[in-house]
């Protein structure tokens, strides 16, 4: 899998930009030796530059129209139109206020699959839904069923560990980009005093073993939702 350096639109096209040193045959890099390297600095075309003979373009599309459900509960007077201890559902859509915060706002709300939009849902609520009442102030009990991608490029330092960690498991080193090997270099060394941490990481003892195991302690992620 390849992500793109740059995506830009040119009219009605897209034009993708990746960087040549991701365009590798790796089937073929892992019988390199030190006497058939890469030269990643070559002009194309070059006999010792391996490429991808074919690259598959892929499309992500995300489903926007099941954003979310508000459920109410029935209550001990009748059940509405849901069955009983089910609650009745109605669709919503989600706006995010806050988005490093994952705080949001979940409204009713109808899709038009033809349009692919919301639109405000005027649809009647069940007249026996049970309200919780404190200080004079009655509010509607429900709840809401958020659906969202998993997953974040927002925390810092994510793409640094990675690089660095696979450096360290590299198992040949590619040749012909000098800042290329000079990473490689930095991230496989290890120090001549070792701390008994240093030891025990599970990641292994190279400086970017080392990095990447201190990011991933610094870096421990709780996802929540504030409505």
Not at 111 to 125: F, P
Not at 156 to 162: K, R, S
Not at 202 to 213: F, I, Q, S
């Amino acid at each position: 899998q390849i992500y793109p350096d740059d995506i830009d639109t040119v009219g009605a096209n897209y034009v993708i930009t990746i960087d040549q040193c991701k365009l590798i045959e790796w089937d073929d890099l892992e019988g390199q030796t030190t006497d058939t390297c890469i030269d990643y600095d070559a002009a194309l075309p070059a006999a010792t530059w391996l490429k991808l003979a074919d690259l598959t373009i892929y499309r992500q599309y995300l489903d926007t129209s099941d954003q979310a459900t508000v459920t109410f509960p029935p209550s001990c007077s009748c059940y509405c139109n849901g069955t009983a201890c089910a609650g009745t559902d109605y669709t919503a859509c989600v706006f995010v206020i806050d988005e490093q915060i994952s705080k949001v706002r979940v409204s009713l709300a109808d899709y038009d699959a033809a349009t692919e939009s919301w639109s405000c849902s005027y649809a009647a609520l069940c007249s026996c839904i049970s309200l919780q009442c404190a200080s004079g102030i009655c509010r509607v009990e429900h709840t809401a069923t958020v659906n969202y991608r998993a997953g974040t490029t927002d925390v810092p330092g994510w793409e640094q560990a990675v690089m660095r960690l696979a450096h360290t498991y590299m198992v040949v080193e590619p040749c012909g980009c000098a800042l290329f090997d000079m990473m490689l270099r930095r991230d496989r060394r290890v120090p001549s005093v070792l701390t008994a941490e240093r030891i025990n990481n599970p990641l292994g003892e190279m400086d970017g073993a080392w990095y990447a195991w201190n990011w991933l302690k610094s870096s421990s992620h709780v996802r929540a939702f504030m409505l």
